[in-house]
């Protein structure tokens, strides 16, 4: 490959692996690889670290895991590896003191199809909304997140059964193939950005907001609709989640939604009441139409499909969701 460039790699999760895998298989100079320092996680607490660190172990690769991005001797060993290109994939936001230091600029790979989508959970938030269409996007690091020039963008479309997850799996394919061919663009220095502003007009700007667990909880008095693409939206993680209300003592337990199905019964009760057919299909009402819960995780239960579920719990009469 001609006048390889020195590249900087910057991420964090499995995501982030296929992008960073990919340059590495298609031969590109990669000096450097950011990512967090080892956390605790889990039950017993213990020191993880990153699927990019895991990925950079592996394959020799110069591993920097800086606490504070503006921390001087950060900095030093950054600029001491004299980068031409940066890139960002699903790692954090950077200063400019970072962004701004190689000659060629720092690049990310977003989740959407930019100007659409800005923000930490672009997959969810499509699918929540009912998109039938999401991409990737390359663009260059500026001052506000996710408004950068845009490079290059690939479209995927979103099947009307998709979950969040295997969207997830498409788009870091894809987002990965972008990533090599963004850097080919670079190096040939032919590359042709547009200005984000130039495409806002006429559209109507939806956001992709950090989800917290209480954005997950199910208002079972919506539509069929809103909540099956909320379900799926959110699955596998973080996961919607309801209350199971009406236990002989009173309690409430909490219970994780991870698919349902539509049907074409008519809600004839109230909203999150329940009903179960021959104990292998549990059905929920909503505004309008039942929904059939098929995978599910109770509270201090495992995750497991319905059907498991009923044979080893029994609905009570005045069960129902909250």
């Not at 020191?47 to 110069?62: F, I, R």
């Not at 659409?116 to 663009?139: D, K, L, M, S, W």
């Not at 963008?153 to 394919?173: F, K, Y």
Request: hydrophobic fraction near 40%; aromatic fraction near 8%.
């Amino acid at each position: 490959m001609e006048d390889k460039m020195r590249i900087v790699f910057m991420g964090t999760p499995e995501f982030a692996v296929a992008s960073l895998d990919a340059l590495v298989r298609a031969g590109h100079h990669i000096v450097g690889v950011v990512t967090v320092p080892d956390r605790p996680a889990g039950r017993g607490k213990k020191m993880q670290m990153s699927d990019v660190k895991k990925y950079a172990l592996e394959n020799n690769l110069a591993i920097l895991t800086p606490l504070k991005l503006k921390d001087p001797g950060f900095l030093a060993e950054l600029e001491a590896l004299n980068a031409d290109l940066q890139i960002v994939v699903a790692f954090r936001m950077l200063p400019m003191v970072v962004w701004d230091m190689p000659p060629q600029g720092t690049f990310n790979l977003h989740g959407s199809l930019l100007p659409q989508y800005r923000g930490a959970a672009p997959i969810n938030h499509a699918i929540i909304n009912g998109e039938t269409e999401t991409g990737v996007t390359t663009f260059f690091l500026d001052h506000e997140i996710d408004t950068g020039k845009i490079i290059e963008q690939r479209t995927c479309v979103i099947n009307e059964d998709d979950s969040a997850g295997m969207v997830h799996d498409r788009l870091m394919l894809l987002g990965a193939n972008l990533v090599v061919d963004t850097v080919e663009l670079i190096a040939k220095g032919s590359i042709n950005v547009k200005a984000q502003e130039d495409l806002i007009e006429g559209q109507v700007i939806k956001h992709a907001p950090k989800i917290f667990k209480e954005d997950g909880l199910i208002v079972w008095d919506n539509s069929a609709d809103i909540i099956f693409n909320k379900v799926r939206g959110l699955s596998p993680y973080p996961a919607s989640w309801t209350w199971l209300e009406g236990f002989p003592d009173g309690k409430k337990l909490s219970m994780k939604i991870y698919a349902v199905s539509k049907t074409d019964l008519k809600s004839d009760l109230p909203a999150g009441k329940l009903t179960l057919k021959d104990r292998k299909n549990l059905y929920v009402h909503t505004q309008d139409y039942c929904l059939e819960v098929s995978e599910l995780q109770l509270q201090g239960k495992k995750r497991m499909k319905t059907i498991d579920f009923l044979r080893g719990f029994s609905f009570k009469e005045k069960m129902h969701f909250l």
